[in-house]
C-alpha cells in the first residue's frame, strides 16, 4: 500500500532554518505531483508548495523566497528546505502525493513549532 513518512520536524528559533524529507513507498514516485500542506491549531490545512512530475513548482504566498521543494525521484522523496523561519509558520506539516492511477495519498504528518 502507499505510505508517505515525513520527517525533519521539530522546534528552531525564528530565522532559523528546517529541510522536511518525505518518503514515499507504493507509489510510482516520478509519475506524482507531491505537496506540502500545513495545518495550525485551530484553523484548515493549506497548500504550502507543490512540485509536478516534471519539476514545475509553485508556493503561497507567504514562504515565497523562504521555502524550496524538491524531489528526487532516485530516492522516492520530496524535501522543503525552509529558511528564514516565522512563528506564523508553526504547524503540522503533511505530505500529499497526486497520482493519476494511485490517487491521493497522506503522511502522517510533522510538527514545525517556531518560537524562541
Known amino acids: 500500500q502507499v505510505q508517505l513518512v515525513e520527517s525533519g520536524g521539530g522546534l528552531v528559533q525564528p530565522g532559523g532554518s528546517l529541510r522536511l524529507s518525505c518518503a514515499a513507498s507504493?507509489?510510482?514516485?516520478?509519475?506524482?505531483?507531491m505537496s506540502w500542506y500545513r495545518q495550525a491549531p485551530g484553523k484548515e490545512r493549506d497548500l504550502v508548495a507543490a512540485i509536478t512530475s516534471g519539476g514545475s513548482t509553485r508556493y503561497t504566498d507567504s514562504v515565497k523566497g523562504r521555502f524550496t521543494i524538491s524531489r528526487d525521484n532516485a530516492k522516492n522523496t520530496v524535501y522543503l528546505q525552509m529558511n528564514s523561519l516565522k512563528s506564523e509558520d508553526t504547524a503540522v506539516y503533511y505530505c500529499?502525493?497526486?497520482?493519476?492511477?494511485?490517487?491521493?495519498?497522506w503522511g502522517q504528518g510533522t510538527q514545525v513549532t517556531v518560537s524562541s
Open positions: 507504493g507509489i510510482i514516485f516520478s509519475d506524482n505531483t
Open positions: 500529499k502525493a497526486l497520482g493519476l492511477y494511485s490517487g491521493v495519498s
